[in-house]
């Protein structure tokens, strides 16, 4: 089970796709809640699958695919694509 943080609200999941899209945020499809906030983080702890967001990523695990509008940081493999307009670090703990 992985844990995503979004602008602070913490949410315990198994789902593994994560988006944000005019706020709402999604999680295998599914409406979790929406955000109001235009600044959008999204931070992931475990491995996910696919991310698409207007904000900045933080991956403590392994993702698939990455679309996101800031920067990402992931702490762990990418096996899949990363589109951002941001910075892209590739760190190991």
């Not at 295998?28 to 491995?47: L, P």
């Not at 940081?73 to 670090?89: E, L, Q, T």
């Amino acid at each position: 089970m992985n844990s995503i943080t979004i602008n602070g609200k913490t949410i315990t999941t198994n789902g593994r796709n994560i988006s944000v899209v005019n706020g709402k945020v999604k999680i295998d499809g599914k409406i979790i809640f929406e955000e109001h906030n235009q600044d959008i983080y999204v931070e992931v702890h475990g491995d996910c699958g696919n991310i698409d967001t207007t904000g900045n990523v933080t991956v403590n695990g392994n993702s698939q695919d990455i679309d996101c509008n800031g920067n990402v940081v992931c702490y762990g493999d990418i096996n899949g694509n990363i589109d951002c307009n941001g910075s892209v670090s590739l760190k190991r703990k």
